[in-house]
């Protein structure tokens, strides 16, 4: 644990860079929670499967993103340091200690436990040797007529050198001893796996017994690797993958076709430099030697596994399983109490607000006021972002269809969102050739806001009707994401969101918005001035409080801010999914701040700021975290809930529900580490279920 000062508070200064954590190893944190969840043997058995691959997910972007950027400033000689203090060499050694306690606990989560427990509820996984001799004469033919058509081995010499490997595929190197058939000395050759392959085997049931048996490709290439090079001695097979920088650099600036350039960056993406290396456990070091001599990386970057690599792979067996009882209980998000018997979203939302709290509620009063949009001539105009939307979303052919019957159709669509770059190219294409007006965002600044507008012909004037989200307009997403939607027709809001859109599309002036805080230019001010009014407050005498939740909170001004409020006597409640710089619980410091993270089935992705206001308390919903990238350089949007009610609901069942919950909360420490609350004597109070519980009695 670091030292903290224990001085009063009047002499604790709280920029002082022992008082910050550093932001990425913060964010690494998150998925030591998340394994957890495949530790628990409380949850599903198949959940604990998914909740693994996602950890092998999460930390595969780590690499390509945080890691790729910190190796990116190392090699050019930056020695400069984050509010935290620590120096891109310092971070790289420290993160490279916790994924190896990560790793290591991750694998032996699948060895020890989850396969373990998977056999006994009838779900193999059985490794070369265990394999039946059915088992095993069924694995090559299946390998002699599917794989082997399609591979390439690829002999290691002077004329074949070696070849390039995309990033984070399943690739095998094999050693080999004796002479091929032209007279040379073989001993080492690469097997790329095709991605046309699937990497998760599943068996036929008349050759094996009881129960489902699943293979990774990865354990077949092995096995029979010797066919692949007959004549040869094969003296060992290694599985490995390596990890590539994935960040997109694109001169905004000096492009006059952002799409275009993203196409040509995205052709080399999966070619770019390598941050890591991951190999079997059993790999000789030699062996080694070469991989990280060709891909121009350190023993630092190797990461060895006793089991699959690609263990990620593993979660596509929660979709090949139809067992209900290893999943958890399947529910229908309902619709709105007072959407049940209406059909017509324009006359219900002229009378009041709707809030959607998904995924407990429904995403499809969202589709079903496009699609009225869509079909009503009294329609005139549509405004939306597109951040992260799927491919096939109906939102999409909605749209289409409105830009076909002669409505003015515009979509701002964020091309950068990453990882979507390919899929938001083809759907801007799309959208274009449908007559739809495309727009791109504003150079350096992300369209992160979520947000739709209805623009309709009414009595002789236009009204406007809004959708306001923290989360994307995604359908998928809307059943695995927890998020805040509000549709309304209040006028000023709509005239505020209008104003947006056409900032958007026109690149026009500062807007002077009503009531909508708006980023880059007024939401991080308006964030600071709330935090110090309550401290106003507070210094006065006055009740302070600030209850906010959000994915990750990093902005270095924001965490001082707050801990001056705590100085000054604030209570303030964080609810922080992801990674969180804020020490909290120093005395003289942030003794008056708590910081808590949920992880539990559904993931927590609705951003809402609460402020008490000395009794006229104000709630804001928002796309936005607290970070710097969000705050300073993006384009976010955070909207206040206006009608007392839904205010009221908002904080109930965001924010006070998650302040009692005791068996998938986390609490920060001090020392950047977290401690899992357990019910004790206390009731056991689970968020997520009892908020499906109250919204589908």
């Known amino acids: 644990m670091d030292n903290i000062a224990t001085a009063p508070p009047q002499l604790i200064d709280p920029t002082a860079s022992r008082f910050y954590l550093n932001r990425e190893l913060a964010a690494l944190e998150f998925n030591f929670r998340v394994l957890a969840q495949a530790q628990n043997d409380r949850v599903p058995l198949l959940e604990r499967l998914r909740y693994l691959s996602i950890v092998a997910n999460n930390l595969d972007e780590f690499?390509?993103?945080?890691?790729?950027?910190?190796?990116?400033?190392?090699?050019?000689?930056?020695?400069?340091?984050?509010?935290?203090?620590?120096?891109?060499?310092?971070?790289?050694?420290?993160?490279?200690?916790?994924?190896?306690?990560?790793v290591t606990a991750q694998y032996a989560t699948w060895s020890k436990d989850l396969c373990p427990a998977l056999d006994a509820r009838a779900i193999h996984f059985p490794t070369r040797n265990q394999w039946t001799y059915p088992q095993r004469q069924w694995l090559r033919s299946y390998f002699e007529n599917e794989v082997l058509p399609v591979l390439s081995p690829l002999g290691l010499d002077l004329v074949h050198p070696f070849p390039r490997i995309l990033n984070k595929t399943l690739n095998i190197v094999v050693r080999l001893h004796g002479q091929n058939a032209f007279g040379h000395e073989s001993h080492t050759a690469l097997v790329r796996a095709p991605r046309s392959l699937s990497r998760i085997i599943r068996l036929p049931n008349e050759?094996?017994?009881?129960?489902?048996?699943?293979?990774?490709?990865?354990?077949?290439?092995?096995?029979?690797?010797?066919l692949m090079f007959p004549g040869l001695e094969v003296k060992g097979s290694y599985q490995f993958r390596v990890t590539r920088n994935s960040e997109l650099v694109v001169e905004e600036t000096e492009t006059d076709n952002l799409a275009h350039a993203l196409r040509e960056e995205l052709v080399g993406r999966g070619y770019a430099r390598p941050v890591r290396l991951e190999i079997s456990s059993d790999c000789p070091a030699s062996i080694v030697t070469i991989l990280t001599n060709n891909f121009n990386l350190e023993e630092g970057d190797v990461y060895r596994y006793n089991g699959p690599v690609n263990i990620v792979r593993a979660a596509s067996v929660y979709s090949q399983m139809e067992?209900?009882?290893l999943k958890f209980p399947r529910f229908t998000p309902r619709l709105p109490v007072d959407l049940e018997t209406e059909t017509r979203l324009f006359d219900t939302l002229r009378q009041r607000d709707i809030l959607l709290h998904h995924p407990y509620e429904s995403?499809?009063?969202?589709?079903?006021?496009?699609?009225?949009?869509?079909?009503?001539?009294?329609?005139?105009?549509?405004?939306?972002?597109?951040?992260?939307?799927?491919?096939?979303?109906?939102?999409?052919?909605?749209?289409?269809?409105a830009s076909r019957k002669g409505k003015d159709i515009t979509v701002v669509i964020e091309l950068r969102a990453r990882f979507n770059e390919e899929d938001n190219i083809r759907l801007a294409t799309r959208l274009q050739k449908a007559g739809v007006q495309v727009v791109y965002g504003v150079v350096d600044y992300k369209t992160h806001?979520?947000?739709?507008?209805?623009?309709?012909?009414?009595?002789?004037?236009?009204?406007?009707?809004?959708?306001?989200?923290?989360?994307?307009?995604?359908?998928?997403?809307?059943r695995a994401y927890t998020d805040i939607?509000?549709?309304?027709?209040?006028?000023e809001m709509g005239e505020d969101i209008d104003k947006v859109f056409q900032q958007l599309s026109g690149l026009g002036p500062k807007l002077k918005l009503k009531h909508l805080l708006h980023s880059p230019f007024t939401l991080y001010s308006s964030v600071m001035q709330k935090i110090?009014?309550?401290?106003m407050h507070a210094r006065?005498?006055?009740?302070?409080?600030?209850?906010?939740?959000?994915?990750?909170?990093?902005?270095?001004?924001?965490?001082?801010?707050?801990?001056?409020?705590?100085?000054?006597?604030?209570?303030?409640?964080?609810?922080?999914?992801?990674?969180?710089?804020?020490?909290?619980?120093?005395?003289?410091?942030?003794?008056?701040?708590?910081?808590?993270?949920?992880?539990?089935?559904?993931?927590?992705?609705?951003?809402?700021?609460?402020?008490?206001?000395?009794?006229?308390?104000?709630?804001?919903?928002?796309?936005?975290?607290w970070m710097e990238r969000n705050l300073l350089h993006r384009v976010e949007l955070a909207f206040p809930i206006l009608d007392p009610v839904l205010a009221q609901r908002v904080y109930e069942e965001t924010l006070a529900i998650h302040l009692a919950d005791n068996t998938h909360a986390w609490l920060l420490r001090e020392d950047g580490s977290y401690q899992r609350l357990c019910p004790g004597q206390s009731t056991p109070h689970n968020a997520q279920r009892a908020l499906l519980k109250k919204l589908h009695a």
Not at 532 to 535: K, V
Request: net charge neutral; charged share 25%; proline share 5%.
């Open 323 to 325: 067992r209900p009882d």
């Open 532 to 535: 110090e009014r309550e401290a």
């Open 363 to 401: 995403f499809a009063p969202v589709v079903d006021l496009l699609h009225q949009s869509v079909e009503d001539p009294s329609v005139l105009a549509i405004k939306q972002t597109l951040y992260r939307a799927e491919v096939d979303t109906p939102l999409v052919d909605l749209l289409v269809e």
């Open 63 to 102: 690499f390509e993103v945080r890691v790729a950027v910190i190796k990116h400033r190392q090699s050019h000689g930056s020695t400069s340091t984050e509010r935290d203090g620590l120096s891109p060499s310092e971070i790289l050694t420290r993160i490279r200690q916790r994924v190896l306690d990560l």
């Open 485 to 491: 939607g509000l549709m309304s027709a209040h006028p």
């Open 540 to 625: 006065a005498g006055k009740p302070g409080r600030i209850i906010v939740k959000v994915n990750a909170l990093n902005e270095p001004h924001v965490v001082e801010a707050l801990y001056r409020a705590s100085q000054s006597g604030v209570e303030i409640d964080l609810i922080v999914r992801g990674a969180c710089t804020l020490r909290p619980g120093l005395p003289g410091l942030s003794e008056r701040i708590r910081v808590r993270s949920i992880v539990g089935r559904f993931l927590e992705h609705s951003r809402v700021y609460w402020f008490a206001n000395n009794g006229c308390a104000e709630v804001y919903c928002a796309s936005a975290d």
């Open 449 to 478: 806001a979520k947000m739709m507008l209805v623009v309709r012909r009414e009595h002789g004037h236009l009204q406007r009707y809004i959708h306001l989200s923290t989360g994307n307009y995604h359908q998928g997403n809307s």
């Open 207 to 226: 050759v094996c017994g009881p129960g489902d048996h699943f293979v990774f490709l990865a354990e077949v290439l092995q096995a029979f690797a010797n």
